[in-house]
């Protein structure tokens, strides 16, 4: 059974930065790609950014363009998530997923397999 591990949340104030990290076990970390989600009270659960792990190819939703950066350590089966000009309404839990079904949309919640079990990030005014 696959298992997904974040790390790397916590509080900061706007303009700062925060890494994310996302360990995976338990399943074949091969040629797929890994994602980040989030989730605000009240909101819905949205893509934030996904990497293709095989080429590195990466995604991203437009509000975090130019301030967050996704990459992977294929050797450590660990995907990172660089977050730069931190603002208040990034506040969320972040969500690893890993294992999309071929044919769908990195921002599909329902293609991914696996998921962890979140880490919070607080941004500050």
């Known amino acids: 059974q696959g298992r997904l591990v974040e790390s790397g949340g916590g509080s900061v104030q706007a303009g700062g930065s925060l890494r994310l990290s996302c360990a995976a076990s338990g399943y074949i970390y091969s040629t797929n790609y890994m994602g980040w989600f989030r989730q605000a009270p009240g909101k819905e659960r949205e893509g934030v950014a996904a990497?293709?792990?095989?080429?590195?190819?990466?995604y991203y939703h437009d509000s975090v363009k130019g301030r967050f950066t996704i990459s992977r350590d294929n050797a450590k089966k660990t995907v990172y998530l660089q977050m730069n000009s931190l603002r208040p309404d990034d506040t969320a839990m972040y969500y690893c997923?890993?294992?999309?079904?071929?044919?769908?949309?990195?921002?599909?919640?329902?293609?991914?397999?696996?998921w962890g079990q979140g880490t919070q990030v607080t941004v500050s005014s």
């Open positions: 990497i293709y792990l095989g080429t590195g190819a990466t």
């Open positions: 997923a890993a294992e999309k079904a071929v044919g769908t949309a990195w921002y599909v919640l329902s293609a991914y397999k696996y």
